[in-house]
């Protein structure tokens, strides 16, 4: 079975408060529409949230995410998205999305669970020649992912095995529509009438 991870643990420091429960214009909060994309495309999907998030921790729980409180987060992306792994490790990979990037269409997840089931160890989406996310990893990268640190995800794991990847091309501009900042909100209004 393929697992979806929800990053959710970051610190948020250029929004300036929690972006994750910050609203969009139908009044949902930005990480609720990233995980109910996920969960809609991969029902078995778990969350990362720091253990002082209770409100993402009761939102998530509502939706049926399994939630995962890592103490660790405070060490970056890569540790969050560790934990995740560790904390699924049944799985036959993994489907890692950022709570932070709410218009990802269910159907680019599913074309990236897909592209996993049919024997591609690494499925990435591709929007008009961008890579984007969300980012499957099928399970023969389970020690690299469990070993990763810092605070660039598994960047570096994309990179050494580009070779093993497969592009999901989509005409999906949300893979690559984060929001780091109000700015961003802005930006990507557009994309909050799809």
């Not at 036959?92 to 160890?121: C, N, S, V």
Request: net charge negative.
């Amino acid at each position: 079975m393929i697992t979806g991870i929800l990053l959710a643990a970051g610190n948020a420091s250029r929004f300036g408060s929690n972006k994750l429960l910050h609203l969009l214009p139908d009044g949902t909060p930005i990480a609720m529409a990233a995980a109910r994309n996920l969960k809609a495309a991969i029902p078995s999907s778990l969350a990362i949230v720091r253990p002082q998030d209770h409100a993402l921790v009761d939102l998530f729980s509502a939706e049926g995410f399994t939630v995962v409180v890592s103490a660790s987060t405070v060490e970056g992306m890569g540790v969050s998205l560790a934990c995740g792994v560790r904390a699924s490790s049944h799985a036959k990979g993994w489907i890692i999305a950022l709570a932070d990037m709410p218009f990802i269409q269910p159907d680019t997840i599913l074309a990236i669970r897909d592209a996993l089931e049919h024997g591609y160890p690494l499925a990435v989406p591709v929007y008009h020649g961008q890579r984007g996310h969300p980012v499957g990893f099928g399970n023969k990268f389970f020690g690299e992912l469990t070993n990763l640190t810092g605070d660039q995800g598994a960047r570096s794991i994309v990179s050494a095995h580009a070779a093993d990847g497969f592009m999901v091309a989509c005409e999906d501009p949300g893979i690559l529509a984060d929001i780091d900042s109000e700015a961003d909100m802005e930006r990507h209004r557009e994309l909050m009438r799809v």
